[in-house]
């Protein structure tokens, strides 16, 4: 079973500050992902990472796959208090059975 | 239909009751993943279904649980004889068959009383 760690697992920053959340893992993914879960609702994917070194940026979002496959991180620059959420790592590697991590809880204060 | 419909939205049931949860997936999706979710937590994986093959149940955490899917459709979750700490959101998620990007229902909050 793969085992995803994410830090920090909560994160309280005032708006337009920068962040940055990291996912890790001693195992090696084909792909990984980052969803975002708002409360009372299910996770909605953000990106999916393929390609070891991969960089994707979705707006003020930046994602990057370790060149090793086995970690990955979400920056977040000038947080808006619509980021607030549950972030969550989330890879299968072989089989299709997705493994998520625990999630980092972010909080942007206005 | 347009997203993954899980029903019902909430439920409370007394301890010791069975309680059923549905899921219906994205139309086409061959997969189909149950995750439980306690309050303030990750998610937890439960089940994994796909296509016709046998599913993969080994997160199911006891024997009280128990889900089915037919074909490519609807799925069901069981709960024998629930218990105060089954209470959490179940959540489904379905994909396309080779790819592990999810798609998630809104998920059932249980409440066992």
């Known amino acids: 079973t793969q085992l995803l760690e994410q830090s920090p697992q909560f994160l309280s920053i005032q708006e337009g500050e920068n962040l940055t959340v990291y996912c890790n893992s001693s195992?090696?993914?084909?792909?990984l992902q980052w969803y975002r879960q708002e409360p009372g609702e299910g996770p909605v994917l953000l990106v999916t990472?393929?390609?070891?070194?991969e960089v994707k940026k979705l707006k003020r979002l930046t994602f990057q796959f370790g060149d090793a496959r086995k970690d990955s991180s979400l920056h977040i620059t000038a947080a808006q208090p619509g980021d607030t959420g549950l972030y969550l790592c989330?890879?299968?590697?072989?089989?299709?059975?997705?493994?998520f991590g625990k999630g980092t809880k972010l909080s942007v204060i206005p | 239909g347009a997203g993954v419909s899980q029903s019902p939205s909430n439920k409370v049931t007394e301890k010791g009751k069975d309680v059923e949860l549905r899921c219906d997936p994205i139309?086409?999706?061959?997969?189909l993943y149950w995750y439980r979710q306690r309050l303030g937590q990750g998610l937890e994986f439960l089940i994994y279904?796909?296509?016709?093959?046998?599913?993969?149940k080994s997160g199911l955490p006891s024997d009280r649980f128990s889900a089915e899917r037919t074909g490519e459709s609807v799925s069901t979750l069981t709960i024998q004889r629930t218990q105060q700490e089954d209470s959490a959101v179940y959540l489904c998620?379905?994909?396309?068959?080779?790819?592990?990007?999810?798609?998630f229902g809104q998920g059932t909050r249980l409440t066992v009383v």
């Open positions: 990472v393929v390609t070891g070194g």
């Open positions: 989330a890879a299968g590697a072989g089989s299709y059975q997705l493994t």
């Open positions: 195992s090696v993914f084909s792909s």
């Open positions: 279904f796909q296509g016709n093959s046998a599913p993969d």
């Open positions: 139309s086409g999706h061959t997969a």
């Open positions: 998620a379905s994909s396309f068959r080779g790819r592990t990007e999810a798609f």
